[in-house]
């Protein structure tokens, strides 16, 4: 059997000296210091791994904006929630879509045609 590539002392976390050069059972240190080390180590492997498949995806990105308050038709009350969707392609963003809903209790209307834009 081929010796470890590292070693840590006798009874002390050989992942944790692997990736840390030390855990807690080394003095200075504690167990709750070692456990927000694997928690950061592990959000930052999280997020290279993400950005990596968002660079390598052949699906376009996607950004949402919303804006509240405008007018609903059906009631004509100010609760009107309108959400626009932009997909981000090479060649620019470019609206995909969206939807309206009236965040009114009594109306709950979701004119979507009649808030859509026309398309040429």
Known sequence: MAEPQYRAPFGHSV???RVHGWCSHCPGHTP???????????RRRHMLAQQATEAESPYP???????????????GRET????????ITDAGPRKAGGWAACRNTEC????????????G
Not at 80 to 87: D, E, F, G, I, N
Request: aromatic fraction near 2%.
């Open 15 to 17: 992942s944790a000296h």
């Open 61 to 75: 990105h996607t950004r949402t904006e919303g804006a509240d308050g405008r007018p609903c038709p059906a009631c």
């Open 80 to 87: 009107l929630a309108v959400v626009t969707v932009h997909v």
């Open 108 to 119: 709950q209307a979701t004119p979507h045609p009649v808030m859509e834009e026309t398309r």
């Open 32 to 42: 709750d210091e070692e456990l927000i080390a694997w928690r950061t180590h592990e």
